[in-house]
């Protein structure tokens, strides 16, 4: 996968031990479950293999039609030229719908696997670069190569993120050696590979044009004109035999699906969660002072939301609001990259920056309605633990570690007395992931337990009805639920999801608060951008083309590896 | 479940050679292990139970192959008589009993455990244990339960035995040796043998190896009588852990003769023994038919020396010499026996003349292997005991020749 770097002898070997226990660990995953995200990428891979280019983004033969980038669908090409010699079935456009045969599933596993080299790859470049201790080099590849956003969005629900965000990770080690123009090849090339990446772009832009494009007006232009063209010589690649076929509009039309609206059934904790609960809030608000309020018939919970405005009471949000929006939140950033473009700062910018730990242990918990089988259950657990624990040592001992003071000794929540900017979550991280904990169990068990039962004593003109819900849930309880039940959810379900994702909306949003007032005065990081991530969160996901639930909590996933693998780095850059 | 295997021999060998590293700020390994025991031991713990749950995706051998399945159903059979049939009638072959299809052929502590096991099972999901109808019973629930006994099991029992069997194998050492300690942790936990067997294949060794390990981290730590109890226990799991048995013995015979007041040592050994054996077959003391129908089951000369793919001695030679065919099955159990007290004999006299700790850990792992290789009907889990206790003792050894 990498050669061994040149500076130390130890590091060679190093990313290939964390790289082998989690390669170990995918493999042992393949015969879990996997959503229909599986069937996605095999129908693509039937697609690009029994159709013409030219019909790529028109076919319609199976639902999950493409709507990806060019150079995904390329890629998916490349990978069907193996997967007919595996199984034929499996590229056959009608009779492979639905295909799972057991080649089928260790192609697909081995193909996400293999493809994960490149995150190897670029985790180890990224951090070649910069002066980082060994140990500090050891803790960012393990937290990069053992993410559980990863494994479980790519190797349990089944995607293609790793090496996307790999050649993420590769353009911006690029970036930080200073040579720019590689760096915006490779984030071009990645744009054609998947456009939810879109959300760097205004950044990577920024930076580029101030740092890149510099040196008095004539040299700054011709830098300009020269990025520029390797930027359109990448899109013309991606996009030219579309446009050569006459196929842009469809193409355009299926990776901005604008009409299926802002939120989905699991809504992604962002921030126009809150937007909604609003307008929910009102409109029973107007219902009972008498108003005549036309219940929307659209529900957030039905996953297809239609052209109809799901709000009751405000106004709809457009495409064009939510773009607004994230710009206006990405500003200070912007700002920021202006005005200072370093190269060592760029890691920073995209990312927004400097979260307590316990943030991401949030964000990864968001993740976990992605797997809702009993049998994964434990492992999402599992998974998580082991990376919050190996992220608590990690920054406990890094920081610690230039004191000496606390050195050896596990540094616990509390304070402890030295002086150099220990590693500490405070009382409120401490609650804050206690309450991650009071979620979870108030989810699985007692939300329906309380519900079931307040409903059972005040609704009592309907006892048959909620028996009978009593009885399900004690069935639930006993985890006789069969996947196919869950699949039907009712409205306790729904219910159930909604109040979680905001509960969790509260706590993120709180937690990135106050998290930033602690952590902010240890590196001296930029508060105000905290604040909005959530709204980018919001905002891009409206703009996200299919409303499922896998796209936007996959967009809260790769946000987040974003910002883990970013916050090492930066840490270091203010430390060192 | 083989990817899964191969590939984590590189892994520990390429991780050795990173631990073995001196200079402490040099990976993550170190900065995990200069911490506190239950800091690393979680780390450690959190993987091995990462690993545990990823193996126990795969199906258990014989899935979904009637009639007879495969252990996963030996042991759901199991809870369901023990669930279902008053405690005399487990080992009996009756109408409601058929001996034939998977009949308890372990100790009554594995007859307990089934039904503690069965009793959570029937609260759950109580198809899966009903008399009769549940035979050859499959199903996604079913499975996941039977996978989550065999988890917390090992959870509850063999964890624990092996922290403490940690702590007193190194205690008094220095510092030093913690990353030691980790990596002798991992060795233990990650050990592929016990995570296919229990895990993946579906057994419940890890109880009487956890059982076996703690007695004998009690026995290090001077412990004596617990020791001897938790072993008598083990032994109550599965008949197999008396592998060990000529160890233990000599060890603590050899130990108490050397006390003070030696009869009074032995005396109280021997009182914890035939006390534990008395509590746990207590159901079946009150006749003599009962104790031995359960005995009867529990040794099974029917099957012949050895099975077609156990490496041990009498299948390995059985190329040149037809055992089975020239000799009764009656020779051959006194060939086999002669042979297996033979090889371990020199251990239980040494360990009789000189009770040494470092002895009897030798002794432990030279018992045991000697009945793999000699002994009548090995079953091929049982590589699994001398296994266990090479990993607890070699590696000592590795080390200090290695570096």
């Known amino acids: 996968m990498e050669k061994p770097p040149n500076s130390s002898h130890q590091i060679g070997g190093g990313i290939w031990w964390p790289a082998l226990v989690a390669t170990v660990v995918k493999l042992l995953l393949i015969p879990a479950y996997r959503s229909t995200d599986f069937e996605v990428h095999r129908n693509w891979l039937a697609i690009t293999h029994s159709l013409p280019l030219s019909r790529w983004y028109s076919d319609t033969t199976s639902q999950w039609t493409l709507d990806y980038p060019p150079f995904f669908a390329y890629f998916e090409k490349f990978l069907s030229f193996f997967a007919s010699r ?46 980082f201790s060994s140990f500090e080099r050891f803790l960012i590849w393990a937290l990069v190569i053992w993410s559980p956003g990863l494994f479980i969005v790519d190797h349990l629900h089944f995607q293609y993120n790793g090496f996307l965000l790999g050649m993420l990770l590769l353009s911006i080690s690029f970036l930080e050696e200073g040579k720019d123009l590689v760096g915006g090849f490779f984030f071009a090339v990645l744009l054609c590979f998947k456009h939810l990446f879109a959300v760097a772009a205004p950044v990577y832009f920024v930076y580029l044009f101030r740092h890149y ?29 579309f446009l050569y076929y006459g196929q842009m509009q469809e193409v355009l039309r299926r990776m901005f699906p604008f009409g299926r609206g802002l939120c989905h059934a699991y809504w992604a904790p962002n921030f126009w969660v809150f937007y909604i609960m609003l307008d929910k809030f009102l409109a029973f608000l107007l219902v009972k002072l008498g108003f005549n309020i036309q219940a929307p018939k659209a529900s957030f919970t039905g996953g297809l939301v239609g052209d109809s405005s799901p709000f009751a009471v405000l106004p709809t949000v457009t495409p064009l609001i939510t773009f607004i929006t994230v710009l206006l939140a990405i500003s200070p950033c912007l700002v920021k990259a202006w005005r ?67 050195a050896g000794a596990l540094v616990k929540g509390r304070d402890n007395t030295s002086e150099t900017p220990a590693f500490h979550i405070g009382w409120f991280g401490k609650s804050y992931l206690f309450g991650l904990l009071f979620v979870e169990i108030w989810g699985q068990f007692l939300h329906r337990m309380v519900l079931v039962c307040v409903a059972h004593f005040w609704v009592t003109s309907d006892n048959r009805k909620y028996e009978t819900t009593i009885r399900n849930w004690f069935c639930t309880l006993r985890l006789d639920v069969k996947q ?11 219910v159930l999801a909604k109040l979680r994702a905001l509960l969790i909306s509260i706590l993120m949003g709180a937690g990135v608060f106050l998290g930033t007032r602690r952590g902010g005065a240890r590196v001296g990081s930029i508060p105000q951008h905290v604040k909005y991530e959530g709204v980018i969160h919001g905002s891009a996901s409206s703009a996200d083309y299919r409303g499922t639930i896998t796209r936007l909590l996959l967009h809260v996933a790769v946000r987040i590896d974003f910002c883990y693998v970013s916050v090492p780095v930066s840490e270091t850059a203010e430390l060192g | 479940m083989e990817h899964g295997k191969k590939k984590r021999g590189p892994k520990i060998q390429t991780s050795t050679a990173v631990g073995s590293e001196s200079d402490p700020d040099a990976n993550i390994w170190s900065f995990i292990t200069s911490r506190s025991t239950s800091s690393w031991f979680l780390c450690i713990s959190l993987f091995a139970v990462l690993i545990r749950l ?16 495969g252990d996963y159903e030996a042991q759901r059979h199991w809870m369901e008589i023990t669930v279902n049939l ?14 034939g299809y998977w009949g308890l052929d372990y100790p009554p502590l594995t007859a307990y455990q089934s039904y503690f096991h069965g009793v959570l099972l029937k609260f759950f999901d109580p198809a899966s244990v009903s008399l009769f109808t549940s035979r050859g019973y499959e199903s996604y629930i079913g499975k996941l339960l039977m996978r989550w006994t065999v988890l917390m099991s090992d959870l509850m029992i063999f964890f624990p035995a092996v922290l403490y069997f940690i702590t007193v194998y190194y205690s008094g050492k220095t510092t030093g040796d913690r990353s030691n300690m980790a990596w002798h942790t991992l060795m ?30 009690a026995i290090l730590s001077d412990r004596d009588l617990v020791g001897s109890m938790l072993f008598c226990l083990a032994l109550n799991h599965k008949q197999m852990s008396a592998y060990y048995a000529p160890a233990f013995f000599g060890y603590l015979l050899g130990k108490s003769l050397r006390r003070k007041n030696p009869i009074l040592e032995v005396l109280k050994l021997g009182f914890v023994v035939l006390g534990t054996f008395a509590l746990v077959w207590w159901p079946y003391l009150h006749s003599m038919d009962a104790s031995l129908e359960v005995l009867s089951r529990l040794a099974p000369f029917e099957r ?9 001695f009498w299948c390995a030679t059985s190329v040149v010499v037809k055992w089975k065919r020239l000799f009764s099955t009656q020779l051959l159990k006194l060939l086999s026996l002669t042979a297996t007290v033979s090889a371990c004999i020199p251990s239980m006299i040494q360990l009789m003349w000189s009770p040494t700790k470092r002895g009897f850990l030798q002794g432990l792992l030279n018992c045991s292997l000697s009945f793999y290789l000699f002994s009548f009907q090995v079953h091929e889990k049982s590589i699994l005991l001398p296994f266990c206790q090479q990993a607890s003792w070699l590696w000592k050894n590795h080390l200090s020749s290695g570096g």
């Open chain 1, 86 to 131: 595996v199984d034929p079935t499996m590229t056959h456009l009608h009779h492979g719908l639905n295909y799972a045969s057991e080649r089928t599933i260790l192609f697909q596993r081995l193909s996400v696997t293999l493809s994960d080299s490149i995150l190897v790859y670029s985790a180890y470049r990224l951090t070649r670069n910069i002066n």
């Open chain 1, 484 to 494: 196919a039940e869950i699949q039907n959810y009712t409205m306790g379900d729904l």
């Open chain 2, 304 to 312: 012949g020396i050895y099975e077609d793919y156990v490496a041990n």
């Open chain 1, 213 to 241: 494009c510099r040196g008095g007006l004539v040299k700054g232009f011709g830098r300009l004109v020269l990025i520029g063209s390797v930027v359109l010589v990448v899109f013309a690649a991606a996009y030219g035999p």
């Open chain 2, 86 to 99: 008053p405690v005399k009638d487990w080992y009996r072959n009756s109408s409601v009993n058929d001996l």
């Open chain 1, 340 to 406: 200072n473009p370093q190269p060592r700062m760029v890691s920073k910018w995209p990312f927004k920056i400097s979260f307590p730990p316990p943030r991401y242990t949030v964000s990864f918990y968001s993740l976990f309605p992605l797997l809702f089988e009993a049998q994964e259950y434990p492992i999402k657990v599992v998974l998580l633990l082991l990376h919050a624990v190996l992220m608590f040592f990690g920054f406990s001992s890094r920081f610690p570690a230039r004191s000496a003071t606390t």
């Open chain 2, 188 to 217: 233990i936990l990650l050990n592929p043998c016990i995570i296919l067997i229990d895990h993946g294949h579906f057994q419940y060794n890890c109880i009487s190896l956890g059982l076996t390990l703690a007695a004998v981290a």
């Open chain 2, 54 to 69: 990823a193996v126990a995706l795969h199906p258990y051998s014989g899935a979904h192959t009637p009639p007879m399945f």
